[in-house]
Structures are given as structure tokens and as C-alpha cells.
């Protein structure tokens, strides 16, 4: 049973579509987030979830939108493609309590 | 602000070498600490934490890690490497609170065998 599932794994697409990614954690956990992963690879914090409700909404695009329909669902919406959209995406869960983040394997994100 | 720096971008070691990879925080009070490996291709694996307690830390595949409070540091060491440890090490620090995760740029560890 896979904790924490991403998909698809991952997108290929043209500058100006839209794509979505999503994500669901079987962990029972009451947070979760959307990192961005760059070519270099950093890792950059997008959003926070916690119980459904936005708590760190970090300086992206509004292109770029979140969607909590429950605590173990986070999904991210991108319109209008652009060529450096192209990352690899991480979603992430943490229990209550602060205790470690459960890392998806990542979508990778193909803007051409 | 919290952040993390971890000052060797690429490491280079022989298999059957030592390693130690660093990595100094920035944080008000004492943080959570967890060191992540990333191998190509894949998601981010927790190594180890440290929340409190016994300062040195164990984890899995033979890591382990010290918490320095006196030079806001938590390195990563493994007494010998093996060719499969060659992957993208995160050091990362989280506070108590739930939110902002902040993660370190990485060390990229390459053994030659």
C-alpha cells in the first residue's frame, strides 16, 4: 500500500494547457503539501494544507491552484502551461504533531 | 526565518570511504531535524531526525547524524560507503508547528568504485 501516491507520474504538454496533478495519502494525516522540485534540484514549499484549509500559500503564480476536497486529497491545478512550469512536483504529508514529511515519488512535469 | 545550508553542492568518495555531508540551520529555538536521501529518479526517503534527547542519531543504512546546537549544526556521516549510496542528500529543518518544511539545496554524493 502505497502512503503517500501521486499521478500520473508523468506529463508531457504544450505552452498554454492546463494539467493536474493528484495526490492522496492513506496515512491518516492531517496535513499536506505541494513542493516544487527544479532542475537543480532545490525544493521549493507551494502550499500547506492542514485539515482542508490553505495555511502556506508561498509566492507562485495564481496560475498554480490547490484543491483539498478532504484531508487526504490534495490536488494541483496549473493553467496556461509555461515553459518554466516544467519541474518535477512532490506531494507530501505530516502527521499532527510535527513528525516527519511522506514524500509521493513525484510527477514530472514536461513543458514544451 | 527558518533555512537551511548545506555548503557541499557535489562529494565525491571512493566505496568504502567515510563520509560526512554538513549542514547548518538557521532557527529561533530548537528545530526538528531529518536528513532525506533522494535517488535518481525517485521521491525523498527519510534517513534519519532528531526531535530531542541523545544528540547522535541513528537511521537507516548504517547514517547517522549529530546534533550540534553550539554550531546550529546536524551533519550526516556513514563510517563506509557503498556504490548504492550515490544519490541527492537533503538535510531539512521543521519547527514544532506544522507548517514550512524548509529544506536544505542538497549535496550530491557520486562513489567511485
Known amino acids: 500500500d502505497t502512503a503517500v501516491s501521486q499521478t500520473p507520474k508523468y506529463l508531457v504538454t504544450q505552452m498554454g494547457n492546463d494539467k493536474s496533478i493528484k495526490c492522496e495519502q492513506n496515512l491518516g494525516h492531517d496535513t499536506m503539501y505541494w513542493y516544487k522540485q527544479d532542475s537543480k534540484k532545490f525544493l521549493k514549499i507551494m502550499f500547506s494544507y492542514n485539515n482542508k484549509e490553505l495555511i502556506i500559500n508561498e509566492t507562485v503564480p495564481n496560475r498554480f491552484s490547490p484543491k483539498s476536497p478532504d484531508k487526504a486529497h490534495l490536488n494541483l491545478h496549473i493553467n496556461s502551461l509555461e515553459l518554466g512550469d516544467s519541474a518535477v512536483y512532490f506531494c507530501?504529508?505530516?502527521?499532527?504533531?510535527?513528525?516527519?514529511?511522506?514524500f509521493g515519488e513525484g510527477s514530472r512535469l514536461t513543458v514544451l | 526565518a527558518q533555512s537551511v545550508t548545506q555548503p557541499d553542492i557535489h562529494i565525491t568518495v571512493s566505496e568504502g570511504a567515510s563520509l560526512e555531508l554538513r549542514c547548518n540551520y538557521s532557527?529561533?529555538?530548537?528545530?526538528?531535524l531529518f536528513w532525506y536521501v533522494q535517488s535518481p529518479g525517485q521521491g525523498l526517503q527519510l534517513l534519519l531526525k532528531y526531535f530531542s534527547g541523545d544528540t547522535l542519531v541513528q537511521g537507516i543504512k548504517g547514517f547517522e547524524a549529530e546534533f550540534k546546537r553550539s554550531q546550529s549544526s546536524f551533519n550526516l556521516r556513514k563510517p563506509s560507503v557503498h556504490w548504492s549510496d550515490a544519490a541527492e542528500y537533503f538535510c531539512a529543518v521543521g519547527p514544532r508547528e506544522v507548517q514550512n518544511f524548509v529544506f536544505g539545496p542538497g549535496t550530491r554524493l557520486s562513489v567511485l568504485p
Open positions: 507530501a504529508s505530516r502527521g499532527l504533531g510535527a513528525g516527519e514529511l511522506f
Open positions: 532557527y529561533g529555538a530548537t528545530p526538528y
